[in-house]
């Protein structure tokens, strides 16, 4: 779908950030984190370039330093969409619930001013 006609609700904002993924154990992982790189965010979600698949519907938290601070926002997701890329990477569409007013707000803040 081409930008002009992306019918998202929330603005994204491009960004490359570090993340924190905590992923229950599976046959992939082992209850110790990983970490990946962000390509966009939302006040819905984020998309995230990882090394290795993570199963849709998986429960994860994700944790990142908001860009120009020393705030982290530390949020539960829900893995939605899960992409292989032409670099052998993966990109992982994850949605937030669960979030606090507070996080709302901050998260909010960041993308209205970013």
């Known amino acids: 779908m081409s930008q002009n006609n992306d019918m998202r609700q929330f603005k994204r904002v491009k960004e490359n950030i570090n993340v924190k993924l905590d992923v229950l154990k599976t046959e992939t992982f082992s209850?110790?984190?990983?970490?990946?790189?962000?390509?966009?965010?939302?006040?819905?979600?984020?998309?995230?370039?990882?090394?290795?698949?993570?199963?849709?519907?998986?429960n994860?938290?994700?944790s990142f330093l908001s860009p120009n601070s020393f705030e982290i926002f530390s949020l539960n997701a829900l893995v939605v969409r899960v992409e292989i890329t032409l670099d052998n990477q993966y990109d992982i569409g994850v949605s937030f619930f669960n979030m606090t007013e507070d996080d709302k707000k901050r998260l909010n803040y960041y993308l209205t001013y970013h």
């Open 60 to 62: 994860i938290n994700v």
């Open 31 to 58: 209850n110790k984190f990983e970490i990946g790189k962000t390509e966009n965010i939302s006040a819905s979600g984020v998309l995230i370039r990882y090394d290795k698949p993570i199963d849709i519907g998986q």
